[in-house]
């Protein structure tokens, strides 16, 4: 059986057993529309999908996936802004009341902040320049002389995430309004642990 038709035969277990026991539950959202109250937005790496860390049902995370879980600065020149159109319709279209930023342990996109993509095809690398929106927090961590820049950049790349977050209009007047909040997580893929940010402290605390 190749790859693919491993997924269909997993669409057909989930078509005959999960969606039978959802049925209700999809007709809702068919017939009323999505409403859920929470984006997450996560990192692309297979090994940490948001559905499967927090358990959720149909419905309740609206979810944008990208390398490195980063976001861009507000702006509104220039280029193709995909993150800020997903970010635009969950907070105005669906009104999310939070946002989450998971990173995680182990992650490509920060390795490939340290240490440059190196995909070998010779192009100009998008990652690379991905990557660059934490270029300031890579280049301090690198300056700190860190035991461990990887996980150290991992968790500042949520910490900038959020900041940046704050530099979109809507989500700052509905975070003050107290609207909107934000928040920060990490997920451990070894020990499976899952770390929230602290506001008050600025520190990641396991739950």
Known sequence: MSEFEQLVDGYRRF??????????RYDELANDGQAPPIMIISCSDSRVDPATVFDTTPGQVFALRNVA???????IGGGLHGVSAAIEFGVMGLEVRHIVVLGHA???GIK???????LGHGGHSFIDGWVDIIRPAREKILASASDDPQHDL???AIRVSLKNLRTFPFIAEREQS?????????????D?????????TDQFEAQ
Do not use: M, T, W
């Open 178 to 190: 107290g609207q909107l909040k934000l928040h920060g997580a990490y997920f451990g893929i070894a």
């Open 112 to 118: 490939a902040s340290l240490e440059g993509a190196n």
């Open 15 to 24: 078509k005959s057993e999960a969606y039978v026991r959802q049925k209700a």
């Open 154 to 156: 991992e968790l500042d």
């Open 106 to 108: 182990q992650c490509g």
């Open 69 to 75: 879980n980063l976001v861009p600065p507000y702006e």
């Open 192 to 200: 499976g642990i899952l770390h929230v940010l602290n506001d008050q």
